[in-house]
C-alpha cells in the first residue's frame, strides 16, 4: 500500500512540471507566437484581438498562474481557428487514436511475448538464433514504411481496403498490424533476454527435477518472474504508439490525435499545439503509473514495501 501510495504522490510534481513545460512551448517560441499563429499579412486590430484572447500581454506568473487553473479545472484553452473548446476537439479524436494504439499494443503483446518466450526456451538450438534474426528485421522496418507498402498491396493491388481510408475495421487490421510488428520485434527481445536470466535460477531447476511439464515451467513460473521488465517495456510502448499514430494515421487517413496534431501545426493554431502536448504528456504519465500498480501484481513482495 505504501508503494502505490508513493507512486501516486510522486505524480503530482510531474503533473506540475508537465504544466510548466507545454506552458513554456509559446514563451519558447521564436518570434510573436501570434505573428507565427495569424500570418504576416495579420492587421494589428487583429493581432492586438489575439494577444488579449490569449493574456500574452500580463505577467508570466500571472499567466502560468491563469494557465495552471484552467488546466486544473479542465479547459484547455479554445482553438483560434474552429472557436471550439480544444478539450472537446480532443476527446471527439481520441477514441479513434485509442483503438489504433490498442490495436497495435495487442499486435505486440500477442506476437512478441510469445515470440520470445519461445526463443528463450530454445536457446540452445537452431530456432533460438533465427528468431532473434527475425526481430532485427522487424525493429529495422520503419512503420509508416510498412503503412505505404501495406496500401499499395492490399489497398492499389488486392483492394481489400480503402484507399482513401476510413474507420473501417480492414484498415483498422492493416494500421494496427504496420504499427505494432515493430515494436513486437522489441518487445520479442527483451523477452527473450528476460526469459534467458529466470531460466538459470535455481527454483527451475528444481521444477524440472520434479518432473513439472515444460510448458508449465515457462508460462506460469518463469514468464511470471520475467515480467517485471516487460510491464516496463509495456508502458513505453504504448506511449510510444500513441506517437507512432501520428503517421500511420496519416498514411491510412484516419481520424484521430496524430492528425489533429498535423493539422494543428501546420495552421499553427497554439492552443491545439499546447493543449495536444499536454494532454499527451498527462496520458503519458497515467499509463507509467498505472504500469507501477501493476508491478504490484506481478511481484507481491510490493505490496509490503
Known amino acids: 500500500m505504501q508503494f502505490l501510495l508513493r ?4 505524480t503530482i510534481p510531474v503533473l506540475l512540471g508537465v504544466t510548466l513545460l507545454t506552458f513554456a512551448i509559446v514563451k519558447l517560441t521564436p518570434g510573436d507566437p501570434v505573428i507565427l499563429m495569424l500570418g504576416n499579412s495579420a492587421t494589428p486590430e487583429r493581432v492586438a484581438e489575439v494577444r488579449a484572447q490569449l493574456g500574452l500581454d500580463d505577467p508570466l506568473l500571472t499567466q502560468y498562474g491563469r494557465y495552471l487553473s484552467r488546466v486544473m479545472a479542465g479547459d484547455l484553452g479554445t482553438s483560434i481557428r474552429s472557436k471550439r473548446p480544444v478539450l472537446d476537439e480532443i476527446m471527439e479524436r481520441l477514441p479513434g487514436t485509442l483503438e489504433l494504439a490498442a490495436g497495435a499494443l495487442l499486435v505486440a503483446t500477442l506476437t512478441g511475448i510469445p515470440f ?38 492490399f489497398g492499389v493491388n488486392l483492394r481489400w481496403v480503402s484507399v482513401t481510408g476510413g474507420d473501417t475495421l480492414s484498415s483498422l487490421v492493416l494500421a494496427a498490424l504496420c504499427l505494432g510488428i515493430g515494436e513486437a520485434a522489441v518487445l520479442a527481445r527483451l523477452t527473450c533476454s528476460s526469459m534467458r536470466e529466470v531460466l538459470l535460477a535455481d527454483y527451475i531447476r528444481t521444477a524440472s ?16 518472474n520475467a515480467l517485471i521488465p516487460l510491464l516496463t517495456q509495456l508502458g513505453l510502448l ?6 507512432g499514430s501520428l503517421f500511420i494515421e496519416s498514411v491510412f487517413a484516419r481520424s484521430g490525435l496524430g492528425r489533429y496534431a498535423i493539422n494543428a501545426i501546420s495552421a499553427r493554431d497554439l492552443p491545439q499545439i499546447q493543449g495536444m502536448v499536454l494532454f499527451a504528456a498527462v496520458i503519458y504519465v497515467i499509463v507509467n503509473l498505472l504500469v507501477d500498480l501493476a508491478y504490484t501484481w506481478a511481484d507481491p513482495r510490493l505490496r509490503y514495501a
Not at 504504448?238 to 506517437?243: I, P
Open 7 to 10: 507512486r501516486i504522490i510522486l
Open 116 to 153: 520470445g518466450v519461445w526463443a528463450a526456451a530454445s536457446r540452445r538450438r537452431w530456432p533460438g538464433p533465427v528468431l532473434m534474426s527475425i526481430t532485427i528485421v522487424g525493429m529495422s522496418l520503419p512503420s509508416f514504411w510498412l503503412a505505404v507498402i501495406a496500401l499499395i498491396v
Open 209 to 224: 527435477a520434479k518432473g513439472l511439464a515444460r510448458p508449465a515451467i515457462l508460462w506460469r513460473h518463469a514468464l511470471r
Open 238 to 243: 504504448f506511449g510510444s504508439l500513441m506517437g
